[in-house]
């Protein structure tokens, strides 16, 4: 990776089985930006964020993403490819059965974490940064909407992301906490240079955080009104 980018498409097609979704994408992302990916419902986002994390595989142009070649990327690999990556999606996703901390540890063990020690410093750290540290005992139906999205974007810090992806992130939540979970994004793509990648349909969300905005739209992907 070159510079201060982090993640390059260049001349990359898209595909759903054998569907063309997006043609001929250039998105470059560097470290520390921050991102709004707007389109119409079926024009692509999804598709975009699913090449970024490895789970849709690119045959044409060039792709990469944090450090990894998406093209030459070997299955063994996208565990790897993900760890450099925080994912966030709408439908929380947590553990119903465990504790907020059990979901945290849960991720750490399965992502090499092995010293208890560090896995419990780790955990208290995140917790502080999202501010939940006091719910770390509760289970997620004890816990509000705002505060199960605080966790899920605990849980991808972790890692200490260079990017982070968000899938509709606010879709499930009403405006003043929508407000505080992009807030909180915005923060941590300025305290840690992580870039954040963040899809939505939330129009009231994008004007209240002005930021650069990419747009999937005819089978394209468009900034400042021109394909990129
Ligand atoms: N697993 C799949 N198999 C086949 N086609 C798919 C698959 N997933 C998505 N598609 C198709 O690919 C296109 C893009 O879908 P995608 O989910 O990327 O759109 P989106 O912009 O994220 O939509 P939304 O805003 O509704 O989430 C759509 O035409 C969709 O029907």
């Not at 490895?54 to 044409?60: A, E, F, Q, Y």
């Not at 060039?62 to 299955?75: P, T």
């Not at 907020?100 to 540890?105: D, G, H, I, M, R």
């Not at 997620?140 to 890692?159: C, F, M, T």
Request: charged residues 25%; neutral net charge; contains cysteine.
């Amino acid at each position: 990776m070159i510079g201060n980018s982090i993640i390059k498409l260049s001349g990359v097609d898209i595909f759903q089985q054998k569907h063309l979704v997006l043609s001929n994408v250039n998105l470059h992302v560097d470290k520390g930006d921050f991102v709004w990916l707007i389109g119409q419902t079926g024009s692509g986002k999804s598709s975009l964020l699913k090449v970024i994390y490895g789970d849709l595989k690119i045959t044409t142009g060039e792709g990469h993403a944090g450090g990894y070649d998406l093209k030459a990327i070997a299955d063994k690999d996208i565990p790897f490819l993900r760890r450099k990556l925080g994912i966030v999606f709408q439908d929380f996703q947590l553990l119903t059965d465990r504790t907020v901390e059990q979901n945290l540890e849960f991720v750490m063990k399965a992502t090499g974490w092995k010293d208890k020690k560090l896995i419990s410093e780790r955990t208290l750290d995140v917790l502080e940064k999202v501010g939940l540290r006091s719910k770390i005992k509760k289970m997620p139906h004890e816990l509000s909407g705002g505060e199960q999205q605080r966790v899920v974007i605990a849980r991808a810090l972790i890692n200490d992301p260079e990017i982070i992806l968000a899938d509709e992130p606010t879709g499930n939540l009403d405006p003043d906490t929508s407000e505080e979970i992009v807030m909180l994004l915005k923060q941590i793509s300025m305290n840690s240079n992580t870039a954040v990648l963040i899809a939505t349909h939330d129009y009231h969300i994008i004007r209240a955080f002005p930021s650069r905005i990419v747009k999937c739209e005819n089978g394209q992907v468009i900034e400042d009104g021109k394909a990129v």
